[in-house]
Each structure stands twice: as C-alpha cells, then as structure tokens.
C-alpha cells in the first residue's frame, strides 16, 4: 500500500519543468512530456518502479503509434500501463484535472476527455473500470 499511495503522489512531479501556466509551472518543456520527465527524474533518485508509474500514466497510455502519428515530443515507443499499480494511478488520474482539482470527474466526463484521442484509450480505461470500479 506504501508504494501506490508515493506514486500516486508522485506521479505528476515533471509538471514542474513544463511550461503549463494555467497550472502556474513555468518551465520550459511541453507538458505532454511531463510523465517522461518526472519518471526521469524519479530514476535519478533510485525509484524505478515509481518512475514507470510516471512515464505511463498519460491519457490512458500511449502507444508507440499514438507516438509517432501525433508526432509527439517523446521516445518512440509504448508507455502502456503494465503492473496492477501503474493501471490503478492511470485509471484514477483520468477522474481530476490539474486545473480543477477540487472537482471529481464522473465516468461520462473522464471517458469523454479521453474519446478525444481515439477509441484504444477508451477501451483500455474502461477494462480497468471494471477492475478497479466500486459500489457507492
């Protein structure tokens, strides 16, 4: 349980080196590139498992495809969510927004925000749906 709840922590920690100033971070960097960044910088820290949580966390996943049909400033190859751990911070990350955090998603919103980029995604988020989903 220590390890999910450091890397949901951390997952989002290359923000600070990209340049999204809605979120007030001011560097330099494209903020697609914020998962590859902090994993990065995890694994310069000797945390290799919460550095792949990073790197695979975008979307619902991106694919080496998505990569290089996007033209994407990023290694081309697949940042898929793998380990039980790395699918549970991904599927949870898609119900908030950086810009709205105090505001959960509903799974309409969330899977809405993720059709944006192609159907794959989509089903991916919904297979861990099914896995990780709870009764209210």
């Known amino acids: 349980m220590k390890f999910i709840e450091e890397a949901a922590m951390l997952h989002d920690i290359g923000i600070i080196r990209c340049n ?6 001011h560097g330099t960097e494209p903020y697609i590139c914020h998962g590859r960044i ?7 820290e000797g945390l290799p498992r919460h550095a792949r949580v990073c790197e695979r ?4 996943g991106l694919t080496r495809g998505d990569i290089v049909s996007q033209q994407l400033p990023l290694p081309q190859q ?9 699918k ?7 119900f908030f927004s950086k810009s709205r955090p105090d505001e959960e998603k509903t799974l309409e919103q969330a899977v809405r925000s993720l059709s944006k980029f192609g159907d794959e995604g989509v089903s991916r988020f919904m297979e861990w749906h ?3 989903k709870t009764e209210d």
């Open 130 to 132: 099914e896995m990780f």
């Open 78 to 86: 697949d940042f898929l969510p793998e380990t039980m751990e790395e």
């Open 38 to 44: 902090g994993a990065e910088m995890l694994r310069a």
């Open 20 to 25: 999204a100033p809605g979120i007030y971070c």
């Open 88 to 94: 549970l911070v991904c599927y949870a990350d898609k």
């Open 57 to 60: 966390h975008t979307g619902a």
